[in-house]
T-cell receptor, first 115, second 116 residues
Framework: EAGVTQFPSHSVIEKGQTVTLRCDPI?????LYWYRRVMGKEIKFLLH????????ESGMPNNRFLAERTGGTYSTLKVQPAELEDSGVYFC?????????????FGPGTRLTVT | AQSVTQPDIHITVSEGASLELRCNYS??????LFWYVQSPGQGLQLLLK??????LVQGIKGFEAEFKRSQSSFNLRKPSVHWSDAAEYFC??????????????FGKGTLLTVNP
């Protein structure tokens, strides 16, 4: 079984540009989460999808961030326009709804550097 | 709001020595607690979790953790560390995020260095 994959692994962009991060969850997982770790800080929750619906987006920092999950499969996280403080590692995780274990499986992350 | 404190940013131990990583949490209800590990270039891997029941939880790779409600702690332990255990360790508490699903609140992590 393939794990959670994220693309790209690393992105370097200039302030003001747009970047789109992609996450492919484990096949069949209805729950998809985005987290972010800014350098020196803890990993923070951004949002949670159940299938294609946003269940909780309380952690999204501002309206420059747009997450989508069309069709309930892969998800994208777009940052437009990017600011310096958006630099960090963006993690995606997925879990299955009805297993009861609630384990979230994490991808390797996308390291975003805004210069 | 929930929070997690990992007081040790960096710990160095010798191979074969015992290990204890500290974690304290703040949460208004019964906590769901987790320990994750991240090796370089890898995603976060779940070591163990506590939902209810026995307060001593066994995990993968020989790790265990003990939930102590009175101390709001969930410390991670291993009796004998291997060089491959060098990684960053994260403690997390789960809070409801719609239905029966949970979002995680993490501590800042503890970086473990293992000396030969």
């Amino acid at each position: 079984e393939a794990g959670v994959t994220q693309f790209p692994s690393h992105s370097v962009i200039e302030k003001g540009q747009t970047v789109t991060l992609r996450c492919d969850p484990i096949s069949g997982h209805d729950n998809l989460y985005w987290y972010r770790r800014v350098m020196g800080k803890e990993i923070k929750f951004l949002l949670h999808f159940v299938k294609e619906s946003k269940q909780d987006e309380s952690g999204m920092p501002n309206n420059r961030f747009l997450a989508e999950r069309t069709g309930g499969t892969y998800s994208t996280l777009k940052v437009q326009p990017a600011e310096l403080e958006d630099s960090g590692v963006y993690f995606c995780a997925s879990s299955q709804v009805n297993r009861g274990s609630y384990e979230q499986y994490f991808g390797p992350g996308t390291r975003l550097t805004v210069t | 709001a929930q929070s997690v404190t990992q007081p040790d940013i960096h710990i160095t131990v010798s191979e074969g020595a015992s290990l204890e990583l500290r974690c304290n949490y703040s949460y208004g209800a019964t906590p769901y607690l987790f320990w994750y590990v991240q090796s370089p270039g890898q995603g976060l891997q779940l070591l163990l979790k506590y939902f209810s029941g026995d307060t001593l939880v066994q995990g993968i790779k020989g790790f265990e953790a003990e939930f102590k409600r009175s101390q709001s702690s969930f410390n991670l332990r291993k009796p004998s560390v291997h060089w491959s255990d060098a990684a960053e360790y994260f403690c997390a508490v789960g809070a409801r995020s719609g239905g029966s699903n949970y979002k995680l609140t993490f501590g800042k992590g503890t970086l473990l260095t293992v000396n030969p």
